[in-house]
């Protein structure tokens, strides 16, 4: 959209403004500004709380040393693959004794929390990136904001300015508009690795007991 030859409108203006001034009301604990979402942020994934079989022990450590757990690990990790597809792949993989069972099963859901894990971290840490660049984009709006009206109220105003600029700022503001909605969507991603880590554990449970 652009606006040519005419006078921006307060109503415009202040569009633009409030555009900007959103990004500092987006992080919602003190301790995490850099933070954008309404979920409270929570770095990792707690082992008790998606967990609650035997010991993992070295588990942590050999899983990736076992070629069939790596490769279901990273079938299983991807939030493409329906849980339910997922549980019954772990129905056919742990197969034998109980002692048997129990010891894949602990393999398979250390190499599970490990890549959620980094999964998650990795959403997380691009979350606050973007959040960096939304305060860098309504400093931006706001101090574009300001150079327009003063443009505006010049006498007599350079129109081919006015124009350039309010064209800039109405992009700048639908670039900033769009990325606040991805990040809202974004924010649900961790919350939901957290859940298919504590369905995948129990299903690996089940099979172990």
Same mark, same amino acid.
Request: glycine residues 4%; hydrophobic residues 40%.
């Given at each position: /959209?652009?606006?040519?030859? =005419?006078?921006? !409108?307060? @109503?415009?203006?202040?569009?633009?403004?409030?555009?900007?001034?959103? =990004?500092?009301?987006?992080?919602?604990?003190?301790?995490?500004?850099?933070? &954008?979402?309404? *979920?409270?942020?929570?770095?990792?994934?707690?082992?008790? @709380?998606?967990?609650?079989? &035997?010991?993992?022990?070295?588990?942590?450590?050999?899983?990736?040393?076992?070629?069939?757990?790596?490769?279901?690990?990273?079938?299983?990790? @991807?939030?493409?693959?329906?849980?339910?597809?997922?549980?019954?792949?772990? +129905?056919?993989?742990? +197969?034998?004794?109980? +002692?048997?069972?129990?010891?894949?099963?602990?393999?398979?859901?250390?190499?599970?929390?490990?890549?959620? #894990?980094?999964?998650? !971290?990795?959403? /997380? #840490?691009?979350?606050?990136?973007? /959040?960096?660049? *939304?305060?860098?984009? @309504?400093?931006?709006?706001?101090?574009?904001?300001? =150079?327009?009206?003063?443009?505006?109220?010049?006498? &007599? &105003?350079? *129109?081919?300015?006015?124009?350039?600029?309010? #064209?800039?700022?109405?992009?700048? +503001?639908?670039?900033f508009e769009d990325r606040r909605r991805v990040v809202k969507f974004v924010c649900e991603v961790p919350t939901a690795i957290d859940q298919r880590l504590f369905a995948l554990g129990r299903a690996?449970?089940?099979? /172990?007991?």
């Open positions: /959209m652009k606006w040519s030859g =005419a006078k921006w !409108s307060s @109503a415009t203006l202040a569009l633009f403004a409030v555009a900007a001034s959103t =990004a500092s009301c987006l992080a919602a604990d003190p301790r995490y500004p850099d933070w &954008p979402c309404a *979920q409270a942020k929570v770095p990792e994934i707690s082992l008790a @709380a998606v967990w609650a079989g &035997p010991p993992l022990d070295d588990a942590s450590d050999k899983w990736k040393g076992d070629a069939k757990v790596s490769a279901l690990v990273s079938k299983l990790a @991807a939030r493409r693959i329906p849980i339910e597809e997922a549980q019954k792949d772990i +129905t056919k993989f742990l +197969t034998g004794s109980t +002692t048997e069972k129990t010891t894949t099963g602990k393999l398979l859901f250390a190499g599970l929390f490990d890549t959620l #894990n980094a999964q998650r !971290s990795q959403v /997380m #840490n691009g979350l606050e990136r973007v /959040m960096r660049k *939304q305060r860098e984009a @309504a400093d931006k709006i706001r101090s574009d904001t300001v =150079a327009l009206q003063a443009l505006q109220d010049a006498s &007599p &105003p350079d *129109q081919a300015k006015v124009d350039e600029l309010g #064209n800039q700022l109405t992009w700048e +503001t639908r670039i690996i449970q089940q099979e /172990m007991e």
